[in-house]
């Protein structure tokens, strides 16, 4: 599937330029960190997938166990991947992990699509895209929360498929 600038527009935003600008606005409803500028920007295409585990009312419940993700960019080119951590790595081989719990959440729109996160950055390594990334945004989700049907056991595991855009952001000043 191509993604191009226009997917983008719909789902947020009104003006960026991919590499070493300044974000013009910020996405609706996000206060982004000061002093950040836009480093990367890219869609990730994947599953998040969902562990049953033991519910202390009762029965069993979906537990996030971790995301598996393509990392594209607004070609449709494939750049990195995102995963468990959590973590990304891009191909020229830089790689950071994120803090958890994240920063701030919000509500995305529509109850079938997770939660928009800003996630500060704990461990970098390899010289690369991601090497002075301090911030990760994730907004414009589509899909990824768990079923609505309970797990009957713990061996059960779900994939739902998923898909955002993930904003990668460099303190400056």
Known sequence: MKINRLWILLHGFTCFALCGSSLAQEPQGIRLPENSRLVWAVVGEGVQIYD???NPAGGYKWALKAPEA???DMSG???GKHF???GWSANDGSEIEGALPPLTTWTS???KNI?????AVKSRSGAGVLDK???VVRISTEGGVPPDELPTSERETARVNYRAIYLFLQKVG
């Open 84 to 86: 468990a951590g959590p």
């Open 133 to 135: 990334v301090d911030y």
């Open 70 to 72: 393509e990392l594209k």
């Open 52 to 54: 049953a585990k033991s």
């Open 115 to 119: 939660a928009w996160l800003l996630v």
């Open 77 to 79: 080119k494939l750049v």
């Open 109 to 111: 729109d529509g109850a």
